[in-house]
């Protein structure tokens, strides 16, 4: 689909956005962005402009049309934020095939082309190039190149795969109509028990840094945003690892954050690599820093999202950034949905009410309110003179820079044919494939008898892969009693929990293995060596499983068609751990939460 074009008297092709006949300046495609941004907002009211600090979440139907409703108990539908709401940042949650998709892109520009200024839609999505399944972290690829999770691009130690990675992901984004990656997660993963790891580089904040200024260069361009970029917001500044008892801030018993390790900059570290590279926006962290000092000042105790001290006095004054900054979602309202329910995020400030919490935010230096629906709340605040449109105007100068950078208001249109040609294509799924491959960790193995690679034609059960694809991996499917060799999938231990939304999806608590488990395990090695394939999304206590293993293979996010392929294939498992494996329980609560690898005796140490 194409932009409709008027002609200027001076030959320039321009989008007549408020269909008034002329060439104002917002639509000189030739005008500087600070001009453009500046002529534009003399003509918005003040409505408008809260329409903009509000990042709402929609869901698109398999039809790709406009009847999607908001995940939440408004179900408002997307066509009432654009025409009525004036949001135009929208972060949508599952997707259809990719020609649907691309379909309700063009259809939301084209309703947000015919408002009075045609201020273009930037649509936003989490992570969604793996294989875990989380809607209130990161989705599953379906349609599109499935690769590791990010703590298997840390396994690989491979810049260049990160930004491999990344290229194709914004090639992916944009043929959809996505311009906006609320990732990379830059995040330190050093509390064992924290449920977001799998989201993370690894333990190695040096190699966080280098990773997330390789993902931003991959996404967002190395010459900066253009029309052919993905806008990243890195998070959870300044650092979401430390939660305390591995608790994850999504939760009430997850506020907080502890630095008894003193090992803040360490967690900062990598923002600070990735703000000196530059990135379009950052989301502050959900946590509420316990104990924390900075300079000799004492941080007040309330989450980062509403911490003055941390936004402005760190990020603004001392780091220099510029960008936007969104907080993360539902830190004013509760969250409802299908009868389960979570309080809004608002840690340290829940006495407040919506409208005390939103000004808190904005004057803390938030830019905008991630997962909310009610820009009126900024209206209110400036018309009650609580808030000045001068401070709302800062805001939006930021928001309105990146949609124009990203070339939305010159042509925000995708071509449908092309999505479906792009996303998913066989030359990025095999680079996928690779990364899957190459990240899998031999944890364990024999050094007189290895039982990796798998000799060619072995005889293989397996109680979790199919005999179509042990057979394309050039095995012989066997029984139980058949069987040379025995590979079984399984997943790092986690406490099942359901009392609050989006709490099933979060694998926290205990990282041992039940002891069905390990029994399983030993019934299994009787018949023959068994080979252990872990998904290794958080550093599960794998000493239980040694005896009856006669090889461990960590994956981070992997096809059976990869891991049989890592099996196979002398030297294809290339990856080592991007965390220490704790030996016990007991060494994993005395350790600090914001110290790298501080157990006393690991199983296995990080880089093996």
């Known amino acids: 689909m194409t932009p409709k074009l008027s002609r200027h008297h001076d030959g320039t092709l321009y989008r007549d956005l408020n269909d008034n006949g002329v060439m104002d300046a917002y639509e000189n495609p030739n005008l500087p962005v600070a001009e453009r941004v500046a002529d534009l907002m003399g003509r918005m009211s003040l409505a408008e402009k809260a329409g903009l600090m509000i990042h709402s979440i929609v869901s698109v139907n398999a039809a790709g049309d406009l009847d999607s409703p908001l995940m939440s108990a408004g179900r408002v539908p997307a066509d009432e934020f654009v025409l009525n709401r004036h949001v135009t940042h929208l972060n949508v949650h599952r997707i259809p095939d990719p020609r649907s998709m691309a379909r309700w892109s063009n259809q939301i520009q084209e309703l947000a082309e015919s408002t009075p200024l045609g201020i273009p839609v930037t649509i936003s999505t989490d992570p ?37 990675f990344a290229d194709i992901a914004r090639q992916e984004y944009t043929a959809l109509g996505i311009r906006s990656a609320l990732h990379p997660t830059l995040d330190v993963a050093t509390e064992p028990r924290w449920a977001r790891q799998y989201s993370t580089f690894g333990q190695s904040a040096e190699q966080v840094a280098r990773f997330g200024v390789a993902y931003v260069d991959g996404f967002e361009g190395v010459d900066g945003l253009s029309s052919s970029s993905v806008a990243c917001m890195a998070k959870h500044f300044p650092g979401g690892g430390p939660q305390r008892d591995g608790e994850d801030p999504h939760f009430p018993y997850g506020r907080e954050q502890d630095y008894v390790g003193d090992m803040f900059e360490y967690h900062l570290a990598p923002f600070r690599r990735v703000l000196a590279r530059g990135v379009s926006a950052i989301m502050p962290s959900y946590g509420i820093p316990i104990g924390l000092s900075l300079d000799g000042e004492r941080i007040e105790e309330v989450a980062f999202g509403f911490n003055r001290q941390i936004l402005t006095g760190l990020l603004r004054e001392q780091l220099g950034f510029e960008g936007v900054i969104c907080s993360d979602w539902s830190l004013i309202t509760e969250s409802r949905f299908g009868g389960a329910h979570l309080p809004a995020r608002a840690w340290g400030v829940e006495h407040l009410g919506e409208l005390d919490r939103v000004q808190r935010a904005i004057e803390a230096g938030c830019d905008q309110f991630g997962g909310e629906d009610t820009p009126s709340w900024i209206v209110e605040l400036v018309e009650s003179g609580r808030l000045s449109e001068e401070r709302v105007d800062e805001s939006v100068r930021r928001l309105l820079a990146v949609k124009f950078e990203l070339g939305l208001f010159d042509d925000p249109y995708v071509d449908e044919d092309a999505a479906v040609e792009i996303v998913g294509s066989s030359q990025f799924r095999a680079a996928g494939h690779r990364a899957q491959v190459h990240s899998a960790t031999v944890v364990v193995d024999s050094d007189d008898r290895p039982s990796i690679p798998v000799a060619s034609g072995s005889r293989v059960y397996s109680p979790e892969i199919p005999d179509a694809e042990i057979s394309a991996a050039g095995f012989a499917p066997a029984t139980l009693d058949e069987a040379d060799v025995i590979v079984t999938r399984i997943s790092a231990p986690f406490d099942p929990r359901d009392h609050y939304l989006l709490e099933p999806a979060f694998h926290a608590g205990s990282l041992e293995f039940a002891d069905a488990d390990v029994e399983r395990l030993r019934t299994l090695s009787q018949h023959a060596p068994v080979i252990v394939v872990i998904h290794l999304e958080r550093p599960a206590l794998l000493a239980p499983l040694l005896p009856h293993s006669a090889a461990i293979l960590a994956v981070y996010g992997s096809s059976d068609a990869a891991v049989l392929e890592a099996l196979a294939t002398e030297g294809a498992a290339r990856g080592s751990l991007p965390f220490d494996v704790p030996r016990s329980l007991d060494e994993i609560v005395a350790a600090r939460s914001d110290v790298p690898g501080d157990t006393t005796s690991p199983l296995f140490r990080a880089g093996v």
């Not at 399944?133 to 260049?160: K, M, Q, R, V, Y």
Request: no cysteine.
């Open 128 to 164: 969604r190039h793996s294989f875990t399944e989380n809607w209130g972290a990161s989705f599953s690829a379906e349609h599109l190149s499935a690769w590791p999770e990010p703590i298997g691009l840390g396994a690989l130690s491979d810049e260049d795969t990160v930004r491999e």
